[in-house]
């Protein structure tokens, strides 16, 4: 079964606070994900990073960094949390398009609820 | 960004009445995934459709591509309590991530 894993499953920070959030995948997937999910606006794409030491923005990347220093592991960063910022957080991993009609199939981690006060 | 849009937002049912979920694009679709997500959980897929016209099904649930690869939709028969959840669409092109559509929430009372 593939595991993805995150740091938290509950984190609260203060604004003005660096926060990180980790994910650790273990099927050698090469794409990884993260996204934050509000209610009334469904899943939104922060960054995602198809390689090791790679990242491309998503939908949403302002007040975000992230880093994949290692195949296994995304991490989210927060440099200043600030209270718009508390949501939920998901990770997702994903092997990449095989060939022909193939897609790749995205795995989500538990989640992590941030709240920022 | 490029977005799929995806109705109704909420819709609750009567235990055994059938419920649908729209997903519709103003541009031609790749292929579409269906993923469910419980409450407190996160989203599982589902399904993909990738041909024009497809159909498929699993237990109570039909997928359907449209002709024109534009709209898609899922289908439960008979809702059961156990179908409580929010269903999103997706779509994947080839070198982005997914976009998901904001999902549909499921209620269903007994």
């Known amino acids: 079964d593939v595991k993805v894993t995150q740091s938290s499953r509950y984190l609260v920070k203060r604004t003005g606070e660096k926060v990180f959030l980790e994910c650790v995948q273990d099927m050698d997937h090469e794409n990884m994900f993260w996204y934050r999910q509000d209610p009334g606006l469904g899943l939104r794409l922060i960054y995602f990073s198809y390689d090791v030491k790679m990242k491309e923005k998503g939908d949403i990347p302002e007040g975000y960094s992230v880093s994949r220093e290692k195949k296994e592991r995304f991490s989210l960063i927060l440099e200043s949390a600030s209270t718009n910022q508390t949501s939920m957080y998901l990770c997702?991993?994903?092997?990449?398009?095989?060939?022909?009609?193939?897609?790749?199939?995205?795995?989500f981690g538990p989640g992590t609820r941030l709240t920022v006060l | 960004g490029q977005q799929v849009m995806q109705i109704p937002q909420y819709q609750h049912v009567q235990e055994g009445e059938d419920f649908t979920t729209y997903c519709n694009s103003s541009?031609?679709?790749?292929?579409i995934q269906w993923y469910k997500q419980r409450p407190g959980g996160h989203p599982v897929f589902l399904i993909q459709l990738v041909k024009s016209g497809e159909v498929k099904k699993q237990k109570r649930l039909t997928f359907q591509f449209g002709e024109a690869k534009k709209n898609s939709s899922l289908h439960i028969t008979a809702t059961q309590t156990t179908d409580v959840g929010t269903y999103f669409c997706a779509e994947h092109q080839a070198g982005t991530a997914l976009i998901f559509g904001k999902g549909t929430t499921l209620s269903v009372s007994s």
């Open positions: 997702a991993s994903s092997s990449p398009q095989l060939a022909g009609d193939e897609t790749d199939t995205q795995y």
């Open positions: 541009t031609t679709l790749s292929n």
